[in-house]
């Protein structure tokens, strides 16, 4: 029918014949119409083309970029763990079943949008920090926040410093020639202090030269502060001070225009957060099967039926959290005081405890 159309269509307009105006204008309207057509259709193929190809491969392949300590790092058995690999089994969790059903694939470099988009890989669990032009030029969606962050600064406890505005005539580590560097220039200069730059090409060159003492202070993303201040031999001679120099939000990447998957990852990520809030846990989940609350019984798949909405089993909350908990559990779990250098969950905290983490309820 397309095809006959355009046909037509050419048969009217064409060199040396004059059209009266409206015919004209139907002609273009009927083209316009027509041409937007397949990239109409190819949206609407590729919704719900994630979840069937996983499924048909019986497991899910996640990614993460930036391999980071407390995020995604191999354990003694060489299993890897960590918050991104956590989220990673909750997908899995939530497709299968089975957190176990998952493959991990650690990426180097700041985006991976190329993977994504060639099918190698189904989820990116954290990018580069979420931006607009990482958001709409390369094909990728972020789908939710899972991870606060922002630049910070870190001193030895024996400075004194508190406060990133007390430091003064200071040698301070910082990578050279990005948004890092500018953000570091930009707050000296604004609080009128002096202060010398220790300038590295990458982010492994600041750990060493913070941990010689070649500066006096490091500053890069909070997370790779905490990082950092986890390789060193005593973590809490080292104090993260709380202020941060950018807003930096972090969290999971899928493939533009598969509007079921985005749906499926955003829930797992909102029922993370809805678990902790209402306060169901691994630990107390068996003994919620009898709870009269609607709020847990909706999360729990006793109440509504809210999975096959998502292509997913009505239990597929319960399957989550037994697999790997709720959010603050995670958190606890890579980033509390069994680390060894615990993180304060501040931005990261409930909002309900002053912190931004926030989600939709199931209902």
């Not at 939530?94 to 989820?123: K, T, W, Y």
């Not at 001193?155 to 505005?165: D, T």
Request: glycine content about 10%.
């Amino acid at each position: 029918m397309q095809v006959f159309l355009r046909a037509r269509l050419r048969g009217l307009i064409h060199p040396g014949r004059v059209l009266p105006a409206w015919l004209m204008a139907l002609a273009m309207v009927f083209a316009s119409g027509l041409f937007a057509l397949p990239a109409r259709a190819q949206v609407d193929a590729m919704s719900g083309l994630t979840l069937e190809t996983v499924r048909a491969r019986g497991y899910l392949i996640c990614a993460s970029t930036d391999p980071l300590p407390g995020f995604a790092q191999l354990n003694a058995d060489g299993r890897w763990t960590g918050f991104d690999i956590d989220f990673c089994r909750a997908m899995a969790a939530a497709v299968f079943g089975d957190p176990d059903r998952m493959e991990f694939r650690p990426l180097r470099g700041e985006s991976r949008f190329a993977l994504l988009q060639a099918g190698d890989i189904d989820i990116v669990v954290r990018n580069a920090p979420w931006t607009m032009g990482r958001d709409s030029r390369y094909g990728a969606t972020y789908v939710g926040i899972s991870f606060f962050d922002g630049q910070a600064f870190m001193v030895p406890q024996e400075l004194g410093a508190v406060s990133a505005y007390e430091l003064d005539n200071v040698k301070v580590c910082v990578l050279d020639g990005g948004e890092e560097l500018v953000r570091l220039r930009d707050f000296f200069f604004t609080n009128q202090v002096s202060y010398e730059e220790v300038l590295y090409e990458d982010r492994e060159d600041l750990t060493v030269a913070y941990r010689t003492g070649l500066c006096d202070a490091v500053t890069t993303a909070a997370s790779w502060l905490h990082a950092i201040r986890r390789s060193l031999p005593e973590p809490a001679a080292h104090r993260i001070l709380p202020e941060r120099i950018s807003k930096d939000a972090f969290g999971p990447v899928i493939r533009e225009g598969d509007a079921q998957w985005f749906d499926i990852v955003r829930w797992v990520l909102f029922a993370l957060i809805n678990a902790e809030e209402v306060g169901v846990s691994s630990l107390n989940i068996e003994s919620l099967t009898a709870a009269k609350t609607h709020s847990i019984r909706r999360l729990l798949g006793m109440e509504g039926s809210f999975g096959p909405g998502l292509g997913l089993s009505p239990n597929f909350i319960s399957d989550v959290i037994r697999a790997v908990g709720n959010y603050g559990e995670i958190f606890n779990r890579n980033f509390g005081p069994d680390t060894g250098a615990p993180v304060v969950r501040g931005q990261n905290a409930l909002w309900l405890n002053g912190g931004l983490l926030f989600a939709p309820p199931v209902e």
